[in-house]
């Protein structure tokens, strides 16, 4: 089991950059690929952003690919969410997830297992 917090979100302004966190708990994190989620309110939760295990692959939504960028750090039990050129469109809730996999990136729901609380991200025009 691991236990995950967001951080990082906030208020700001559409062209503005955000970088979320997402910690785990443990000292297993590398055996787990992780994502990024987002909840806007009366929309269904979709997909962000995955990485894999050892942060070798990474696969971005089209919505979001070449603005926002996933990263982790092993060392530190550490996700990243580096979002640029943000839009009001990308307001939304934003949820860290963890998945025990052998290799690859997880790009549905469904396939995982374990969630963080979520951190706010408000994005005005």
């Known amino acids: 089991q691991v236990q995950l917090v967001e951080s990082g979100g906030g208020l700001v302004q559409a062209g503005g950059s955000l970088r979320l966190s997402c910690a785990a708990s443990?000292?297993?994190?590398?055996?787990?690929?992780m994502g990024w989620f987002r909840q806007a309110p009366g929309k269904e939760r979709e997909f962000v952003a995955a990485?894999?295990?050892?942060?070798?692959?990474?696969t971005y939504a089209d919505s979001v690919k070449g603005r926002f960028t996933i990263s982790r750090d092993n060392a530190k039990n550490t996700v990243y969410l580096q979002m640029n050129n943000l839009k009001p469109e990308d307001t939304a809730l934003y949820f860290c997830?963890?998945?025990?996999?052998?290799?690859?990136?997880?790009?549905?729901?469904?396939?995982?297992?374990?969630w963080g609380q979520g951190t706010q991200v408000t994005v005005s025009s």
């Open positions: 443990g000292r297993t994190f590398s055996n787990y690929a």
């Open positions: 990485i894999s295990r050892s942060g070798l692959s990474t």
């Open positions: 997830a963890a998945v025990e996999a052998a290799w690859g990136t997880r790009i549905s729901q469904y396939e995982y297992d374990y």
